[in-house]
T-cell receptor, first 113, second 115 residues
Framework: NAGVTQTPKFQVLKTGQSMTLQCAQD?????MSWYRQDPGMGLRLIHY???????DQGEVPNGYNVSRSTTEDFPLRLLSAAPSQTSVYFC????????????FGPGTRLTVL | GDSVTQMEGPVTLSEEAFLTINCTYT??????LFWYVQYPGEGLQLLLK?????DKGSNKGFEATYRKETTSFHLEKGSVQVSDSAVYFC??????????????FGKGTKLSVKP
């Protein structure tokens, strides 16, 4: 099993550009989520999904879109990047519900100039 | 609202020292508590968890007991190793109103262990 994979590992954008962060898991997990990690802030939930076709907002959803067309994939889209979105982004997955072990990807470090 | 407060770091210890990282929480419903660890350059990994009061989670020599009376879930290890150097996150999920809430993370505590 590859576990949770994220691409790219690093990305530099200019303000106003759009991009998609990819996340995939091969464990047949129903629950998937996106977090951002900022210095001194811990991890904050952006969006999550409890299964294919179902998504919901987390604590900091503004500026981000998600969709879940398959169980395996959960891409995160930045529609118009802003410097405030400079962060490290982590995707995570688990069997149903957060009380099950969350498996995290290795992260994407995004810089917006 | 629901929240987690954990001890600020960084924490620097010598090898074989005793470790405590404090974590307290506030919750409107029934909490489940977690410690996640992040090694340099990696994503987070679950270290241990406890889902009801007085439960003790343990893994790799680390322990934490869910204390409802003090709303705490302190992480302890009797003898740390250099390989334990990492950032440790306390996290909370609250069951309330028929649904399980998402994970709420503390800000993280960076531990450095010197040989």
């Amino acid at each position: 099993n590859a576990g949770v994979t994220q691409t790219p590992k690093f990305q530099v954008l200019k303000t106003g550009q759009s991009m998609t962060l990819q996340c995939a898991q091969d464990m047949n997990h129903e629950y998937m989520s996106w977090y951002r990690q900022d210095p001194g802030m811990g991890l904050r939930l952006i969006h999550y999904s409890v299964g294919a076709g179902i998504t919901d907002q987390g604590e900091v959803p503004n500026g981000y879109n998600v969709s879940r067309s398959t169980t395996e994939d959960f891409p995160l889209r930045l529609l118009s990047a802003a410097p405030s979105q400079t962060s490290v982004y982590f995707c995570a997955s688990s069997y149903t519900g957060v009380t099950n072990t969350q498996y995290f990807g290795p992260g994407t470090r995004l810089t917006v100039l | 609202g629901d929240s987690v407060t954990q001890m600020e770091g960084p924490v620097t210890l010598s090898e074989e020292a005793f470790l405590t990282i404090n974590c307290t929480y506030t919750a409107t419903g029934y909490p489940s508590l977690f410690w996640y660890v992040q090694y340099p350059g990696e994503g987070l990994q679950l270290l241990l968890k406890a889902t009801k009061a007085d439960d003790k989670g343990s893994n790799k020599g680390f322990e934490a007991t869910y204390r409802k009376e003090t709303t705490s879930f302190h992480l302890e290890k009797g003898s740390v190793q250099v390989s334990d150097s990492a950032v440790y996150f306390c996290a909370l999920s609250v069951y309330y109103g028929g649904s399980q809430g998402n994970l709420i993370f503390g800000k993280g505590t960076k531990l450095s262990v010197k040989p």
